[in-house]
């Protein structure tokens, strides 16, 4: 059963259960926050979220059954569970996962992820995976990722307790999921994903290739071709989606 714990400001809620990781068993804590004064996004990507208009928390799961080398798989989990809580509250069609883990609507980041896990021999042990999910908030900075909330979409206030109940639970039923079921998790996933089997421009370096992607290997790098059929692999820092 999952345990809620509710904190007026911190500086992130992730940070927050790797201090508590030393003293306590965090697995299946789930801690939010009115107000992150150091939430991060991807690498040194800040994340902007408006005091009580949105949902900044982190869960903290067991995945000790997952092979390290298999960790991404949770990274295809994680956004399957917030797409499906999702997908009852905004169209479907425009409602993507891009790669790796942020949730995108008609191509606006609605939500991020960020995962620290830690690793004991070949296994995974915990995972703590933060998520912030614009939800009331109406005005943003001009983000190149072009931020939107869900009131931005639909007009309507959410009230963020249940729907962040709702969030976690879906996860922790994907998470069980890909104990059963890996192969539907990683085909589930490619279902959603931003751009899958389409042409599009990326910038590599200092150049601009239009690639059609072909899908995921198996450590989670990106796959793609190029017009002469050349094969490309890139891990996460290596390519930039153009939009």
Same mark, same amino acid.
């Given at each position: 059963?999952?345990?809620?714990?509710?904190?007026?400001?911190?500086? +992130? /809620?992730? !940070?927050?259960?790797?201090?508590?990781? %030393?003293?306590?068993?965090?697995?299946?804590?789930?801690? +939010?926050?009115?107000?992150?004064?150091?939430?991060?996004?991807?690498?040194?990507?800040?994340?902007?979220?408006? !005091?009580?208009?949105?949902?900044?928390?982190?869960?903290?799961?067991?995945?000790?059954?997952?092979? !390290?080398?298999?960790?991404?798989?949770?990274?295809?989990?994680?956004?399957?569970?917030?797409?499906?809580?999702?997908?009852?509250?905004?169209?479907?069609?425009?409602?993507?996962?891009?790669?790796?883990?942020?949730?995108?609507?008609?191509?606006?980041?609605?939500?991020? #992820?960020?995962?620290?896990?830690?690793?004991?021999?070949?296994?995974?042990?915990?995972?703590?995976?933060?998520?912030?999910?614009?939800?009331?908030?109406?005005?943003?900075?001009?983000?190149?990722?072009? $931020?939107? +909330?869900?009131?931005?979409?639909?007009?309507?206030?959410?009230?963020?307790?249940?729907?962040?109940?709702?969030?976690?639970?879906?996860?922790?039923?994907?998470?069980?999921?890909?104990?059963?079921? %890996? $192969?539907?998790?990683?085909?589930?996933?490619?279902?959603?994903?931003?751009?899958?089997?389409?042409?599009?421009?990326?910038?590599?370096?200092?150049? /601009?290739?239009?690639?059609?992607? /072909?899908?995921?290997?198996?450590?989670?790098?990106?796959?793609?071709?190029?017009?002469?059929?050349?094969?490309?692999?890139?891990? #996460?820092?290596?390519?930039?989606?153009? #939009?």
């Amino acid at each position: 059963m999952l345990r809620y714990i509710h904190l007026e400001q911190i500086d +992130s /809620t992730n !940070a927050y259960l790797q201090r508590k990781q %030393s003293e306590d068993d965090i697995r299946d804590w789930v801690v +939010s926050t009115d107000e992150q004064t150091a939430g991060k996004g991807m690498g040194s990507n800040g994340w902007e979220s408006e !005091a009580r208009k949105n949902l900044t928390f982190s869960l903290a799961l067991d995945m000790s059954f997952l092979p !390290a080398e298999r960790q991404f798989l949770l990274s295809e989990a994680v956004p399957l569970g917030i797409v499906k809580v999702l997908d009852r509250l905004l169209s479907v069609e425009k409602l993507f996962i891009k790669w790796p883990n942020d949730i995108y609507y008609d191509g606006h980041k609605l939500a991020g #992820i960020l995962i620290n896990s830690t690793i004991k021999a070949n296994m995974m042990d915990t995972s703590i995976i933060g998520i912030g999910l614009n939800v009331n908030q109406m005005k943003f900075k001009d983000w190149p990722t072009h $931020p939107i +909330s869900l009131k931005q979409i639909t007009g309507k206030d959410f009230e963020l307790q249940p729907l962040l109940e709702q969030i976690s639970e879906s996860i922790v039923a994907e998470v069980e999921r890909l104990k059963k079921n %890996s $192969p539907a998790i990683e085909q589930d996933y490619l279902s959603r994903l931003f751009r899958y089997r389409t042409w599009a421009d990326y910038q590599i370096g200092e150049k /601009t290739l239009r690639l059609f992607m /072909t899908g995921i290997d198996p450590f989670g790098r990106l796959m793609l071709i190029d017009r002469a059929n050349k094969s490309y692999c890139f891990d #996460i820092k290596e390519i930039k989606f153009l #939009i």
